[in-house]
């Protein structure tokens, strides 16, 4: 049973409205080539994962493997083409992904509980486990801004893991979580993955990819360079990033 | 049973929304709220020295006037205009998370709704200082006048910050509108002042209505449910529109923010 299908997918972004004066009559030229100002973010992308399947998307810096996420999360539409996905999705596309600065960390517990549409009683009951995880102890309390680039991985992961999805969408957020919390998500990955969860995982490091992964997909420029194995997909994208 | 649970998730979801814009409004201000409430008592005083002692207005209980027309229109000032900017300033949320999005403008219109709760005992102490009647048609009139302009803020607030993420004009268009409606409307004078040769046009303004009931209730302790019905029908049908707009729009939100 196929838990994720994309196919023919496309994205093209809007042309934006001309937003200022300035703008209007100053026409900046914008017609000159660079594969960062292509004319189509995404194009025709095709591949399905089954129920247990997780996938490494590599690509270098602007090949579309954040547009591709923010499509697969439903924060973006495509210009066209298909997806299927088959059971719950959680997102964490950046570090902060929806945590409010300002706030603290116990506070966004149940502001990004609400906003994902957990009841209250749930928020509640996951409580205990989501500041345990992040091991922020009494800093929990402390507004989000005095957090370390790692902390704030430490408690968005801990929140967001207790959505308990059958697939995430992770943008490669945990190259700043030190050796111990990253030790502790990969056991907690490779749980999920026992338990037939999947991961759509963005990143560069590959031994990571390898370690969660049994399907890759390289992007180039917007378009599907490969998607099949794990170990084919690594052997490809060194082939090309040389 | 799905339809309650969707229903109770939302408010919910409105609960935190609303709770999260208190800590982020006074933020390292020290007396934060008490703001609320001081910031159209000060109005008050200004306009009451201005109006009556300079100019010499000649007008029965002008404080009252005053003060029951500037608190529900720094509760309608203040939801508009953070409520126009209010999907732009969540674009770190909805750029991350797809959800229901129509809660945020409207979280934006409970904030200003607790301030304005806190200024009910002000007025209420008010008319006993000056040794008017307190009426008990309050203890129905409020709800009901509570709930008749949250009714009506939704469809403002929904429609300005939708179109808000594409033309970021609106929210100085926005602030251009209330400064006119300020003078346009019943706050600072009584409406049986307004010539009577202009009154069809001043009607138009659905505000009016609003601090006319507003005012009467508080001074007379009369509820004009004509007024109440005039604007539930107007609003309930431009609320449902409103949101189909911002619904059809939200999908397009985060390219944008």
Not at chain 1, 90 to 108: A, T
Not at chain 2, 97 to 104: H, L, P, Q
Not at chain 2, 178 to 201: A, G, M, N, Q, R
Request: proline share 3%.
């Amino acid at each position: 049973m196929d838990i994720l299908k994309v196919k023919k997918l496309h994205k093209k972004f809007e042309k934006r409205l001309v937003l200022g004066l300035k703008e209007f009559f100053i026409n900046i030229n914008k017609n000159q080539y660079s594969k960062f100002n292509r004319k189509s973010a995404l194009s025709d992308l095709n591949f399905n994962l089954k129920k247990g399947d997780s996938m490494a998307i590599f690509g270098h810096n602007g090949s579309g493997k954040s547009t591709l996420l923010s499509i697969l999360s439903n924060t973006i539409v495509p210009s066209s083409g298909e997806i299927f996905i088959n059971g719950n999705t959680s997102s964490m596309l950046d570090l902060s992904s929806g945590i409010e600065l300002d706030l603290s960390g116990y506070e966004n517990i149940f502001l990004y509980g609400s906003i994902v549409g957990k009841p209250y009683s749930h928020i509640k009951r996951d409580l205990d486990e989501i500041i345990q995880f992040s091991e922020l102890g009494s800093a929990i309390h402390n507004q989000v801004k005095t957090y370390s680039s790692g902390m704030l991985a430490r408690l968005a992961f801990s929140i967001i893991k207790t959505t308990e999805p059958d697939i995430f969408f992770i943008d490669e957020v945990f190259s700043v979580g030190d050796i111990n919390f990253r030790k502790k998500c990969n056991d907690y990955f490779q749980a999920f993955r026992k338990n037939y969860g999947s991961i759509v995982f963005v990143t560069h490091n590959l031994d990571e990819a390898k370690m969660f992964c049994n399907k890759s997909l390289i992007l180039n420029e917007g378009k599907q360079v490969f998607f099949g194995q794990i170990d084919e997909g690594i052997k490809k994208y060194k082939k090309i990033m040389s | 049973m799905n339809k309650i649970n969707r229903i109770k998730i939302d408010l919910q979801l409105l609960y935190f929304l609303t709770l999260k814009e208190f800590k982020l409004r006074y933020k390292n201000s020290f007396i934060g709220y008490i703001w609320a409430v001081l910031n159209p008592l000060a109005f008050a005083s200004v306009y009451f020295f201005a109006f009556k002692l300079v100019m010499k207005f000649d007008i029965e209980n002008y404080s009252m006037i005053l003060l029951t027309g500037l608190f529900p229109w720094v509760w309608i000032n203040t939801s508009l205009s953070k409520g126009a900017l209010s999907f732009v300033a969540n674009s770190g949320i909805i750029k991350k998370i797809s959800f229901n999005y129509n809660m945020i403008p409207i979280s934006m219109i409970m904030h200003d709704f607790v301030h304005f709760l806190f200024s009910i005992p002000i007025l209420i102490i008010y008319i006993l200082v000056t040794g008017m009647d307190l009426h008990f048609s309050y203890l129905i009139g409020i709800p009901i006048l509570l709930i008749t302009q949250i009714i009506m803020l939704i469809p403002f607030v929904t429609i300005l910050s939708t179109f808000n993420v594409f033309i970021r004009d609106v929210e100085y268009l926005t602030s251009v509108a209330l400064s006119l409606l300020f003078f346009l409307t019943p706050i600072v004078y009584p409406i049986d002042i307004v010539p009577e040769k202009f009154l069809h046009i001043y009607m138009l303004n659905p505000f009016v209505y609003l601090i006319e009931l507003w005012r009467e209730l508080f001074l007379n302790g009369k509820i004009i449910f004509k007024n109440v019905f005039i604007i539930l029908s107007v609003f309930v049908p431009f609320s449902i529109i409103c949101r189909k707009i911002a619904k059809s729009q939200y999908k397009r939100f985060s390219e944008y923010l």
